[in-house]
């Protein structure tokens, strides 16, 4: 079945540090594929999408690309801030009019010192 | 923008009883999710609706069951509660009528207590 990879926490960082989340993913057919943030003591918001190959998706100066041939998604960031400490999930859902739900990576913690 | 309507937020139950969450998608969606995500684990798909009928069924218990009515929203009821259900229970919504990336809108989220 789908499934997502995540490379796991927790991962502890200075600020104005480089990140990088490595994201992989098994799936049939083509996905979509999404990063949610979830800060302490709060839901799932999304962060950003990408739906199809050599898509990027950015916001927030996190930026993650459809890469099919390697099936990843990557999360980057060129300077983190204390404000981005949260978990970061990575997910798919098969689209092209399937009723399919999201399926989650493990999650990775990130905590930005000052 | 409307987002996604949960009740309640917080709810402290004992072992053995019953409890109900309630979920108000967003305006036009015709699909319901929920999810179950415990302490310090990734969100795990329970069951989803789809125009009020069940269209997917993930790790969802005997114990639990959920419907979605005819203005959409949906209740998932709990019964026999143990200590184990103790978590952060999501509802998410969406629309197959719009195009889009597929994306899920997620709820606040009820944090259920079992005592």
């Known amino acids: 079945g789908d499934s997502v990879t995540q490379m796991e926490g927790p991962v502890t960082l200075s600020e104005e540090a480089f990140l990088t989340i490595n994201c992989t993913y098994t799936a049939t057919g083509y996905p979509s594929l999404f990063w949610y943030v979830q800060y302490p003591g709060e839901g799932l918001q999304l962060l950003l999408k990408a739906t199809k190959a050599d898509d990027k998706g950015s916001n927030k100066g996190f930026e993650a690309t459809y890469r099919k041939e390697t099936t990843s998604f990557h999360l980057e960031k060129g300077s983190v801030q204390v404000s981005d400490s949260a978990v970061y999930f990575c997910?798919?859902?098969?689209?092209?009019?399937?009723?399919?739900?999201?399926?989650f990576g493990k999650g990775t913690k990130l905590s930005v010192k000052p | 923008a409307a987002g996604v309507i949960q009740s309640p937020r917080h709810l402290i139950k004992e072992k053995r009883e019953t409890a109900t969450l309630k979920c108000y998608p967003i305006?036009?969606?015709?699909?319901v999710y929920w999810y179950q995500q415990g302490p310090g684990q990734d969100p795990q798909f329970l069951i989803s609706?789809?125009?009020?009928?069940?269209?997917d069924k993930g790790s969802i218990p005997d114990r639990f069951s959920a419907q979605q009515f005819s203005d959409y929203h949906s209740e998932l009821n709990m019964s026999s509660l143990e200590l184990g259900d103790s978590a952060l229970y999501f509802c998410?919504?969406?629309?197959?009528?719009?195009?889009?990336?597929?994306?899920?809108?997620f709820g606040e989220g009820s944090r259920l207590t079992v005592l």
């Open positions: 997910a798919l859902r098969r689209y092209g009019g399937s009723q399919g739900n999201l399926i």
């Open positions: 609706f789809y125009e009020k009928m069940q269209s």
């Open positions: 998410a919504s969406s629309s197959t009528r719009e195009k889009g990336t597929g994306e899920l809108f």
């Open positions: 305006p036009r969606h015709d699909t």
